[in-house]
């Protein structure tokens, strides 16, 4: 079974900390992705990779930023945490190659106080 | 630009059957994914579409009309384990899925 672990599943920080959301996946996947997820507003893509040390903008990227230096491992950094990214963040990742499918970690519920 | 819209909310008897839909405009298409979301949890996969017509797994069935751009999910026999959001997701092309904003599934008594 595909497997897609979070560091953490509950954060509390406060407003300007540095954060960091760790992701890793057990299945050799070419991409992972970072959502966040709020009420009313759906699964929104904040970043995603396709390769080792690559990285592309999703739809929401402002104050965030990532990492991927090996390819099991993505994550997922927000230099000044500000109250408006409190949010449930999940990642996922696919095998790419034609194949769509994308396998969620359990996320983490991130609150910035 | 990519849009999906399916109900926000949906209410069900146990035992029944129930029909979410989902309608999509987006740039290409290459298939359609419904994912079952519990509350506090990560999206589960449910189904894939990507050619047209009905696709039976158990209890659930997924339809996809490519020309109407227009899928729904068919949940039969259903159960208070069902209450749960249900995703509806595009692939547009070479990118990654697109999300609609979920169904929020409630199964009564």
């Known amino acids: 079974d595909v497997k897609v672990t979070q560091s953490s599943r509950y954060l509390v920080k406060r407003t300007g900390e540095k954060v960091f959301l760790e992701c890793v996946q057990d299945?050799?996947?070419?991409?992972m992705f970072w959502y966040r997820q709020d009420p009313g507003l759906g699964l929104r893509l904040i970043y995603f990779?396709?390769?080792?040390?690559?990285?592309e903008k999703g739809d929401i990227p402002e104050g965030y930023s990532v990492s991927r230096e090996k390819k099991e491992r993505f994550s997922l950094i927000l230099e000044s945490a500000s109250t408006n990214q409190t949010s449930m963040y999940l990642c996922?990742?696919?095998?790419?190659?034609?194949?769509?499918?994308?396998?969620f970690g359990p996320g983490t519920r991130l609150t910035v106080t | 630009g990519q849009n999906i819209d399916q109900p926000t909310e949906m209410t069900a008897t146990e035992g029944a059957i129930v029909q979410i839909n989902c309608t999509y405009q987006?740039?290409?298409?290459?298939?359609l994914f419904w994912y079952q979301q519990h509350a506090g949890e990560a999206p589960t996969f449910l189904s894939y579409?990507?050619?047209?017509g009905l696709e039976e797994k158990g209890r659930f069935s997924s339809f996809l009309s490519r020309s109407k751009g227009y899928s729904y999910l068919l949940l039969k026999e259903l159960q208070m384990k069902d209450s749960a959001s249900y995703l509806c997701?595009?692939?547009?092309?070479?990118?990654?899925?697109?999300f609609g904003k979920g169904t929020r599934l409630s199964v009564i008594a």
């Open positions: 996922a990742s696919s095998t790419g190659q034609g194949n769509y499918e994308q396998y």
């Open positions: 299945m050799d996947h070419e991409n």
């Open positions: 990779s396709y390769d080792v040390k690559m990285k």
């Open positions: 987006t740039s290409g298409f290459n298939g």
């Open positions: 579409n990507v050619l047209d």
């Open positions: 997701a595009v692939i547009p092309g070479n990118t990654p899925l697109v």
